[in-house]
């Protein structure tokens, strides 16, 4: 069956612009994640849904950054005021309910010039 | 808080050779364990798991690991090396909680990834 989208699969921005990046689990799937990988790094967790509630947004580096899932389905990492700090491969995850392996799509490339 | 560490951020083996990436953990709590694999512009792939029983895992691909608490080590080796290994592998560590329905997964921790260099 298909696996976790995201769009779009690269975008550049200028500094200070804002910036949504979405994500379309695997149908079904529950739990939504969404992690941040710099070039060079592992990925950093930044959010996770369970439903349509954040369960944990413990990751997300200051209040530019937002991310929503109204209906328990898509979600979209928003990003305002954008950085060149912001650089970096936003990945998103799903897993059927969270008690299981999470399933990572391919991510989006952020660049901020 | 729970983290990782993966000791050489590049190997390079011979086909055919062994391959060993190292992965040390830091954790509060008995932590469950993966190894991801990620090939050039492509997400993440599970390679294996540890969350409990068998300490010994195998994964896809003829990979494996070995959960040794004593250690805090995940270490994951194959016994020959293919030159469709060469990608990045990284390893993670997630905290599990007990819930209502069951035991959630958490939020996964990774390491800064290995890449694996795999020569004629």
């Known amino acids: 069956g298909a696996g976790v989208s995201q769009t779009p699969s690269n975008k550049v921005t200028e500094k200070g612009k804002y910036v949504e990046l979405r994500c379309d689990p695997i149908?079904?799937?529950?739990?939504l994640y969404w992690y941040r990988q710099s070039l060079g790094q592992g990925p950093e967790f930044l959010i996770y849904f369970q439903g349509t509630g954040a369960a944990d947004d413990s990751g997300l580096p200051n209040d530019r950054f937002f991310a929503v899932r109204p209906e328990g389905s898509v979600s979209t990492l928003k990003i305002q005021r954008t950085e060149r700090g912001d650089s970096a491969v936003y990945l998103c995850?799903?897993?059927?309910?969270?008690?299981?392996?999470?399933?990572f799509g391919p991510g989006t490339r952020l660049l901020v010039l | 808080a729970q983290s990782v560490t993966q000791l050489g951020s590049h190997v390079s083996v011979s086909e055919g050779a062994l391959v060993l990436l190292r992965c040390n953990y830091s954790?509060?709590?008995?932590?469950?364990l993966f190894w991801y694999v990620q090939y050039p512009n492509q997400g993440l792939q599970l390679l294996l798991k540890?969350?409990?029983?068998?300490?010994l895992v195998k994964g896809i691909n003829g990979f494996e690991a070995e959960f040794k608490k004593s250690e805090t080590s995940f270490h994951l080796t194959k016994p020959s090396a293919h030159m469709s290994d060469a990608a990045e592998y990284f390893c993670a560590v997630s905290v599990p909680r007990a819930n209502a329905g069951g035991t959630s997964y958490g939020k996964l921790t990774f390491g800064q990834g290995t890449i694996l260099t795999v020569h004629p």
């Open positions: 149908s079904g799937h529950t739990a």
């Open positions: 995850a799903s897993s059927p309910t969270g008690r299981e392996t999470q399933y």
């Open positions: 540890y969350t409990t029983g068998a300490t």
């Open positions: 954790s509060s709590v008995p932590p469950y």
